[in-house]
């Protein structure tokens, strides 16, 4: 670890919002993890003090106070070395996490159009939809590669994926392409 890593300002979130009814509580910390927060305990979260963290957790303290919670953020830095490797190292497992879990629907995306190619169904309607789950798996690539700070080795393995799944559909679209555009079969009778 370098100095400046041991130096690196983390904003921290202490989080209070009221028991009932529970979907406010369940939204913000949905909310916490899709920002990229890390759970410190007992309603308090952790985030480097990095400008693209700064959006999501103003979201967060809106919608706390929306549920008549309360929320109080603080600027922090770890004490010594060993809490900042720490609360890197939490950091850096829930993005490690989040990478797994996106190579995870890299494959089930690979896996869809396996099945397509399968069963010939080569129609420009699947091939929109198929463009729509890359396209979904492209914003989520760019929203963890953006909190992706300390850029976890996961992190570079998801990119590699990515590139494989636009690569399987570049070769689906040609496949749709020649099957819709295919001179219609002729009868040698009807000649």
């Not at 089930?108 to 129609?123: M, N, S, V």
């Not at 990119?159 to 001179?183: G, Q, S």
């Amino acid at each position: 670890m370098t100095v400046g890593e041991q130096e690196l300002a983390w904003l921290t979130m202490v989080v209070r919002v009221p028991a009932n009814p529970s979907r406010h509580r369940v939204a913000v910390w949905r909310e916490l993890r899709r920002v990229g927060a890390v759970p410190l305990g007992g309603g308090t979260w952790a985030a480097p003090a990095a400008p693209v963290f700064a959006d999501g957790l103003a979201k967060v303290a809106d919608m706390v106070r929306r549920a008549d919670g309360h929320v109080l953020t603080l600027d922090a830095r770890p004490h010594s070395a060993a809490d900042a490797q720490i609360l890197m190292a939490e950091f850096n497992a829930a993005r490690a996490a989040e990478w797994t879990e996106f190579v995870s629907e890299c494959d089930k995306f690979d896996i869809e159009i396996a099945k397509e190619r399968r069963i010939g169904k080569l129609t420009v309607a699947e091939l929109d939809e198929e463009e729509h789950s890359l396209d979904r798996l492209r914003r989520w690539w760019r929203d963890l590669k953006a909190r992706d700070i300390f850029a976890v080795t996961e992190g570079v393995d998801a990119e590699e994926r990515l590139k494989r799944c636009i690569d399987t559909l570049d070769a689906y679209a040609d496949e749709v392409y020649r099957a819709v555009h295919a001179p219609l079969a002729r009868n040698d009778a009807d000649a």
